[in-house]
């Protein structure tokens, strides 16, 4: 930081909100309590009662030294073109961060929080891939709001400023005030939460259940696994879909009361070239984005909600580092698809992909996805012909059952090919894929950074390329798999014409 604005800093630099004592110290405390309390116990015999209190008298006197020190040390100003900040115990950072690299400005608020009347601010900033640069916590709800306020005027006079040609510094579209772009209701919430995907929570559950049966005696264990075999015998496969489909209706559950507590009051509105959002029911999250910083939306459509004609968008917007998905997050967690052309359109303005004209991949890619579902599906053989070979017979009734499933290569590729595919509207390229989940990109012609087409052996052999189009979000790109050669080549150089008149028109 240079001297003067360090001295600006050290003069004029504003506190954060008293009760930051207060949170500061149980962020800190929390940080230690389990291992310290883990410890405790074991130091005591177990003595729970005895050395719990010990333990947190303990952890008060760091935590409150902590809380104290970062109230005394931490400061900031807000000048006309930077943010300036002075922060840390044993390490000082002084940062200075450039009202026009700013992205994202959040206001949060957890339920203690809302009960105090404080929020914490995050400043995030293009190349900090979706993390915040700054956090500002706690301060009173209303100076929050202001200097939210102030940050989104004074980056919004900076970036009308900045010359057009910088990447990044292109002129917001100012629209005038409008009701909200989408307000999801309870009922919205519900179908978000009931037709997501939870195959992790689901996992997690079973592997709660498998760390709970390691716990067990190995003796007592065997001892219960053959006795309810005997017993039940064909009951046991019934025990197992049952025990399979609670674990599919536990996560079904959390997801849908994650979505009512994460969503609630879900508020998207678009506003004088910024994107706002507010939601949360425990946690309040009031965040920003220029419509200038949007690179991308994706549209993703899991396989039921497609069936229910749903959907979810996420944008992609610069800053976010490369191989990370840092540049993304949920533009409006569920809609229904007649509304997709409409939200698409809040964002980029002139955007006609309602009817798209979508092109399928070469046929040569069905062939391909069908040879490497059925190797993999071979390769699952592979134990039981291992077993054959050295006569024995394993599984039971599960090698017959297995050979049901010779059908499912050709029908994984089937669909697969079914939903790739690509489109170039007026002035965007759209790319889709996957499988039993579709995702769709919408890219503008002036987003694009870069256009190259690869080709591995097996796609050389059959004539193939992938097609990849990145935008300065980077992270996740936007591929077009298996199109023939030309396609491919075609498709670039029509891009990149494209992608140069329209740098020529916002110029």
Do not use: C
Not at 134 to 148: G, M, P, T
Not at 181 to 187: I, N, Y
Not at 300 to 312: D, I, K, M, N, Q
Not at 471 to 492: E, F, H, Y
């Amino acid at each position: 930081m240079p001297s003067e604005a360090a001295a600006r800093l050290e003069r004029d630099g504003r506190r954060l909100h008293p009760l930051t004592l207060v949170f500061a110290a149980f962020a800190i405390a929390r940080a230690m309590v389990w291992p310290a309390v883990a410890g405790g116990v074991g130091l005591g015999d177990g003595q729970i009662a005895r050395m719990l209190p010990i333990v947190l008298a303990v952890l008060a006197v760091p935590a409150l030294a902590g809380a104290a020190a970062k109230y005394a040390l931490y400061r900031w100003r807000l000048d006309a073109d930077e943010l300036l900040l002075r922060s840390g115990v044993l390490n000082r950072q002084n940062r200075v961060i450039p009202l026009a690299r700013v992205q994202n400005v959040e206001v949060r608020q957890s339920l203690l929080q809302r009960v105090t009347g404080v929020a914490e601010v995050r400043v995030e900033t293009a190349g900090t891939g979706g993390e915040a640069e700054a956090v500002l916590s706690v301060l009173a709800l209303a100076e929050a709001q202001s200097l939210r306020a102030d940050l989104l005027a004074r980056r919004r006079a900076r970036a009308a400023a900045a010359p057009v040609g910088v990447v990044g510094a292109e002129p917001a579209v100012e629209r005038p005030a409008a009701p909200p772009l989408a307000k999801l209701s309870t009922w919205d919430l519900l179908l978000a939460g009931a037709t997501a995907n939870e195959a992790g929570v689901i996992a997690a559950a079973a592997a709660g259940l498998l760390q709970f049966t390691e716990g067990l005696p190995g003796e007592l264990f065997e001892t219960v696994i053959r006795r309810v075999v005997e017993r039940t015998e064909g009951m046991l496969v019934v025990a197992g879909i049952g025990a399979v489909a609670g674990l599919m209706l536990v996560g079904w559950m959390i997801s849908i009361a994650g979505s009512l507590v994460r969503y609630h009051g879900f508020t998207l509105q678009v506003d004088g070239g910024e994107m706002r959002k507010r939601y949360g029911l425990l946690t309040v999250h009031e965040a920003s984005v220029p419509l200038r910083r949007v690179q991308a939306i994706r549209l993703e459509e899991t396989f039921l909600r497609r069936w229910l004609g749903l959907a979810s968008l996420m944008i992609e917007t610069a800053g976010g580092s490369p191989g990370q998905r840092g540049g993304a997050e949920a533009f409006v967690p569920i809609a229904r698809r007649e509304d997709v052309g409409r939200l698409v359109r809040g964002i980029f303005g002139d955007a006609q992909v309602d009817d798209a004209d979508f092109q399928r991949v070469h046929p040569k890619a069905e062939r391909r996805m069908r040879r490497r579902y059925l190797l993999i599906f071979l390769l699952m053989w592979a134990p039981f012909w291992a077993a054959r070979w050295f006569h024995v017979q394993p599984g039971g009734m599960l090698a017959p059952w297995m050979a049901l499933l010779l059908p499912l290569p050709w029908l994984v590729a089937r669909w697969q090919y079914a939903n790739r595919g690509w489109a170039l509207p007026p002035g965007y390229v759209m790319a889709r894929g996957g499988v039993l989940n579709r995702v769709t990109w919408i890219v503008p012609d002036r987003k694009l950074q870069t256009l190259h087409v690869r080709d591995d052996p097996f796609q050389r052999r059959l004539g193939l390329s992938t097609l990849v189009v990145d935008t300065a979000a980077g992270g996740r790109q936007a591929v077009i798999v298996d199109m023939s050669q030309s396609t491919a080549r075609r498709v670039l150089e029509e891009l990149a014409v494209r992608a140069r008149a329209a740098v020529r028109v916002s110029g």
